[in-house]
Structure formats: C-alpha cells, structure tokens
C-alpha cells in the first residue's frame, strides 16, 4: 500500500523551497504506518538535529529523523512512524542550521519557544471522508412542509389532523386531545422529485431529507415502523424514483435517522395495541399481556425502581421510549444485514443523519457505520451534536464512524457576531474547528442556515426578540414556549427588511467558509417562523421572495464556479466590531472575503496583492474601497 496523504511547500523567497511528505505505507486495524520525509535547502547552512514533533491534547512525541541523502541543494531527512486512529495529531518540525535553532511549520521556519496548533500541519489516521460532500451544497427538507403532490390521494389515518389549505399556519400547541405535532400537511417526497429542476437551479449537491419513516407524528422523529416509508410521505417505490432522478441531476440523498429512541405509538412499543405486534409496553404494563413475551422487550433501556423496571424516555418525553444500544437484538435490528439501515439504501441514499448521536454508544455508531459502507462505499454520515465537546467521543475521531457534524458551534458564533457583535466568540469558535476537527471533517461541517428545530435565520436577524445571554444566539427572550404568543407574532416589513439585509451578508460568508453550506427549505425564499414549530410553515409556492431566491442562485452559482472552494485551506485574516475577513487558498489560487456587520459605510484596506484583483461576488454598493452596511465582497488575488 502506498499512498501519498500530504504535500506541501512553504515559499521561503530563497532559490529552493523547503518542503515535506507524508506517506502512509501500512494500514492497520487500529492506525496506520507513515513514512515522513523534509527536504531543506543548503543555503540554510550546515543542518543537523531534524526532529518531528507531534502533539496530541494528551502528549508531545518527538522523533529524531535520519539523513538520507543529499539531492539538487537539498539535504533530505526521513523517520516511520506508527499512529492510533483515535486522536487528531498536530505536526511540526525542528532542527539547527548553522547552530541556530528553527521551526518548520504551517506559516513560518522560526519563532519562539511555543508553537500553536494553529500554527501546525494536522493529520487524521484513516479517516476518509466522501469527496462528493467536500464543500458540497446542501438543502434541507422537512418532508410534510415542502410540496404536495395534486391528486395524490392520502389515506386516512387515526389520530392526524389534516390541513385543507396549504398557507394555513402550523399548529403550535396541543389539538383537542392533547397531541402535539400531528398537524398534517401531507407533503411527499414526489413533490421533492417534480422540483429537482428548482434545486438543481439553486445549486444542490445534496438533499437532507428530514425523517420518512411512518411514524405518528409530522416531523416523524418518533419512529412506528423503521421499514416502511410513512402514507402521508408516499411509497417506497416513490423514494426510489426521487432517489434515481436526483442522481441524474448530480445530486446525493442523505436520510434523517433515528436510533436512539422509537415512538411509543410503533411496532416495538405499541403502547396503544394499534399494531398487531405484542410490544414492549404491553409485556411490561398491560396485565391483559402477563406471561406473554414480546420480541422487542430488549430494544428499550429501562432503570430499576424499587425492584420494578421503568422504561427511559427521551429527555423525559414520554411519546419517545429510550432505545437499549446495549442489546445485539436491537443493534441488529437497525445494523444488520437484513436491518433498518440495508432497507433506506435499498431505497436509493447516499448517506445518514443520526438524530442525537451524543446519546448513542460509541459502538452502536461503529455498526451503523459498517451497515452503511456495506450497502455504499461512499456513504456519508452526519451527526446531530449540539453541546457536546465531539473530541470527547471516539467515534468523530474514529474511522468507523461518523464523518461530519452539523455545526451548531460555528453557527451560532456567528450569529452572535452579526447580531450581538461577540468577536471573541466567533474568534474561539474558528479557533476550535481548525485545531480539533480532522480535515475532512472540517470540509463537511454543516453550516447552516436554520434547521427545523431553531428559529428561522430571517426571525433570528431582523427581530429583537431574542436573549443575548442566553445559550444560543435563537433563544427567545420572551415567549418561549408559549404557544399563543408564537401564534401571534409576525415580522413587521422593516423587521423583515433588515433581517433579509443581514441574512444575504451571513449567507455570503457561508457561502466561502470551509464545510457545508446548507439551506434549510424556504430560507431562500423569505419563510419566516420562531420557535421550533412555527419555522416549519409550509413552503410558499406561488408567494416566494423572488430577490431572494435570485440571490442564493447567484450564491449557488459561485460556488459552481469556484469548485477549489470545496478543499480549499482556509485563514482567518481579522475579526473585530467592524469586519470579518479570512482567505480561502490552495497552491493555484488565493480568495479574499471581507463582509461587514455594520450599520453604517465602512472602508476597506485590501493587501497590496488583492488591490488589483478580480471581484468574485459583491453584494450591492459595495466596493474595494469600502462595504455598505453588512455588505461583502470576494476578490480573487492577482497572480
């Protein structure tokens, strides 16, 4: 095996240029072998005592590394090296030319005594992210609010309640029998596949399909039957003709994915006996079952109460029982080779979003990943992790594991930084992500517009009700949780103006920034909605934001045409009250993006090297010289 990882150069403005190679020579089950090379130039001096040195957040290793030769002006050094997979490694070098000790690192050959893992190479020990979601585009679709097919008729089905009118509100709150979420609209996934034009046109590389599996409520995150594709949602024959014509528009299907908990309305549960299957509940609660088994009672966790078992719920949610990842009849039942994972790609996907992946075992995400990879080499995995510290857990770090995170850390840094001016957030945010996640993972990040569970980015940006303090820049300030005053809020047209002006600014810096960018259905035409409920109104076909939508075109359209953004490495250039600015580069070409927070005009101070560069994209007004309020601009550096 011999395969090369890394190359790279640092420009010293000398005759020769210094450089270094890692290769892996051998794959194992547990790491990989390297064999690591540096070539430094003669004119340096008489060069002895070349070291790697590698850190972990653990530990510092250092390697002495051997002369081997001496080529065109080069003295060239090499060392092997044996690293575990669990851990992402910072790398830099030293030695001594002319008794005069130096470093060789990401951004310079010397300095002082400390060196940064900003300012080193990192390296990711067999972890190969799918190059197809490198800086891909992504579009988020909850199934039920995005597009109903005419004339496809529903059946009807206990304990939903379907909207007549498509522009009526969502319901934010209980219905007449205390049940939550199960307004339906009844959008379906051929509604997803009579738009593939549209999403093709806003750029879509891929498509992320909240839950389809049946389940009883609208977002379907309390899943009834994992094998089935739920009534309202269509047919699996429908999810395979969506499936194959987004492939022929170049685009990837990944699927939201539920394993941690099931609903107790399903198969497994079966709480209300609607299903014909003998549940875990009824074996346990129901003394009509007493003495009966029931083949999923080990799918669920349960804690001992007095010498009593209670099944766990999900954050105390008693509609979504605990799933037990301990037990191989359930790891089976989802990772097997006739389980939950082989029937979604048997529909046609490229890849899974696991729902609260923090709250799975590690080696449950381990089988998850080996189900996916069987069914398609190439798959992608994604993880919802908010809180949680991901270098924590093995299983980011692990390459039988999860590839990518939505990246509600950055996310939020930058909201904060647009609506609250929080530099030092923003700042730390950056800092982590480049220093803690693996490369690949770093090109996957979901950065996001919203997702289904916080408030929409328009409401976030244009309106002042939301909590400087608290968590998350989307807290509200007031009305959290009380559904008649989300019911009743709306944006007033200047609210709606301004959070539009700053929201072409944020989706500006996504559009450049390393990961994702990924568009949460209907941010692109102007929906709006707070809370977690009210932001999955229906999409508004008919009553779109047509500068809007014109704009993520044209922000699609600049990521097609600028494709060494996908792998592009990135530096934070300046981040204070006035201006966010960072470079996206590789060894061709070099861009530079300015965008402003400001509500006033600002000037710009451009490097000597971009003032006579091509602009990529601006937002209007806009110039070189100066940036109208939250305005932004790209310049391609001159060569």
Known sequence: MYQVVELTFLKLGRRKEMGHQITQIARTENGGKYKVSISIPFELGWIERVKLNITTREQKNVYPMKHVKNENDMAYFETTIELPRYAVYHYYFSFEANSRFQYYKKENTSGDNSVTDEECWKLSVNFDVPEWAKGAIMYQIFVDRYKRTRGLEKPKMKGRDIHNNWTEPPVVGPNKDGKWCVDFYCGDVKGITDTMKYLKKLGVDIIYLCPISESQSNHRYDT?????????????????????????????????????????????????GHYDSIGAYQVAKDPRYKGMVSPYSDFYDTDCHFGKHEFKFWWNQPNMPKCNGKSEHWRNFICGKEG?????????????????????????????????????????????????????????????????????????????????CDVNKLR???????????????????????????????????????????????????????????????????????????????????????GIFSIFYGDEVGVQGVGNLANRAPYPWGHR??????????????????QFLRTAEQKIVKIDHEHFVFERYNKNESIMVIVSRTH??????????????????????CTKQELSPFGAIAIRKTK
């Open 428 to 514: 730390e945010a950056l800092r982590f992500i480049s220093t803690e996640y693996p490369e690949g993972t770093i090109l996957t990040l979901m950065n996001f517009t919203s997702t289904h569970d916080i408030s929409r980015a328009i409401e976030i940006f244009g309106c002042n009700i939301f909590n400087e303090y608290a968590l998350w820049a989307w807290d509200l300030i007031k009305g959290n949780g009380d559904c008649e005053w989300i019911k009743q809020h709306k944006m007033t047209s200047y609210e709606y103006h301004c959070g539009k002006r700053v929201l072409k600014s944020y989706c500006f810096a996504l559009t450049f920034l390393q």
């Open 224 to 272: 009834a039957d994992y094998k089935s594709v739920d009534p309202y949602a269509g047919t699996t024959d429908m999810m395979k003709e969506m499936c194959e014509k987004a492939h022929k528009y170049g685009i990837k299907v990944i699927l939201d994915v539920v394993f941690n908990h099931t609903g107790n309305d399903s198969i497994y549960y079966n709480e209300y």
């Open 340 to 420: 939950a994972i082989n029937f979604y790609f048997s529909l046609g996907i490229d890849g899974l979003r696991l729902d609260v992946a923090d709250e799975l075992l590690d080696e449950f995400v381990e089988d998850t990943h080996t189900a996916a990879v069987r069914n398609k080499p190439y798959a992608f995995l994604m993880a919802e992790m908010w809180e949680n510290n991901p270098m924590d857990r093995g299983f980011l770090k692990n390459a039988k594991g999860i590839h990518s995170l939505m990246n509600y850390r950055l996310t939020d840094a930058i909201m904060r930084y647009y609506k609250y």
């Open 600 to 621: 006033h005009i600002t000037k710009v101070d451009l490097p000597e090297e971009y003032r006579d560069g091509e602009v990529v994209a601006r937002l209007k007004s």
């Open 545 to 562: 934001d047509k500068d809007l939508l014109k704009y993520f075109r044209g922000l699609g359209k600049i990521r097609k045409e600028n």
